[in-house]
């Protein structure tokens, strides 16, 4: 398995611009998380599914933030309108119930 | 609510001396613990786990950690650090019967030659 994949690696956006972050977790896995990491706030857990169904979304920070996973081999985290505090390194992560997660390279966004 | 702190930001160790990365949790039910370390640049990578048994468990790159219920502790060691082992290490904590994986706020381990 090519492990979890995310898209785009970097992504470089303006103000006010959508952002649409994409995730396929590895074959198999039936959860999905979705984390933000900053150097002031750490890894951020924002919202996490099970089954597709989505669990826990009470990391989203704001409205602007959204997240679906339409079926099991992939899921998406959309930004809008996107703002230079969400500038951050964002990844998707996929696990078995209790077993280890793994995680994908994760997208680097610049909001200019 | 579960949690995991990690105490220290940072940790300095000189090459071939033993190291060690604190992580405490608090979590209800039985706790799966984890280990990850991330290199500049990259994703989290899995080091070692928790789940039941031995509560010494031994992981990728001579790491091991040990689990102390009554501590609500799971330390990450390693008895000769490595230059290569500079990175961010991070502590993560599940509870048993859910899904849910908390992260610590992470550790910087520095392994001068």
């Known amino acids: 398995d090519a492990g979890v994949i995310q898209s785009p690696r970097h992504e470089v956006t303006e103000m006010g611009q959508e952002v649409t972050l994409r995730c396929k977790p590895i074959?198999?896995?039936?959860?999905l998380f979705w984390y933000r990491q900053t150097m002031m706030r750490g890894l951020e857990l924002l919202i996490y599914f099970n089954n597709n169904v989505p669990i826990d979304d009470s990391g989203m920070p704001e409205d602007r933030f959204s997240a679906k996973m339409p079926n099991a081999s992939f899921s998406t985290l959309k930004i809008q309108p996107s703002e230079p505090r969400d500038s951050a390194v964002y990844f998707c992560?996929?696990?078995?119930?209790?077993?280890?997660?793994?995680f994908g390279q994760g997208t680097r966004l610049t909001v200019v | 609510a579960q949690s995991v702190a990690q105490p220290e930001d940072q940790v300095n160790v000189a090459e071939g001396n033993p190291l060690t990365v604190k992580c405490t949790y608090s979590?209800?039910?039985?706790?799966?613990l984890f280990w990850y370390v991330q290199y500049p640049n990259r994703g989290l990578q899995f080091l070692l786990k928790?789940?039941?048994?031995?509560?010494l468990v031994k992981g990728s790159y001579g790491f091991e950690a040990e689990f102390n219920k009554s501590q609500t502790s799971f330390h990450l060691k390693k008895p000769s650090a490595l230059v290569s082992d500079s990175a961010l290490y991070f502590c993560a904590v599940s509870r048993n019967a859910g899904n849910m994986l908390t992260f610590g706020g992470g550790t910087r381990l520095m392994v001068k030659p």
């Open positions: 992560a996929s696990r078995i119930v209790n077993t280890e997660a793994f």
């Open positions: 074959s198999g896995h039936n959860s």
């Open positions: 979590v209800s039910g039985n706790p799966y």
């Open positions: 928790y789940i039941t048994g031995d509560n």
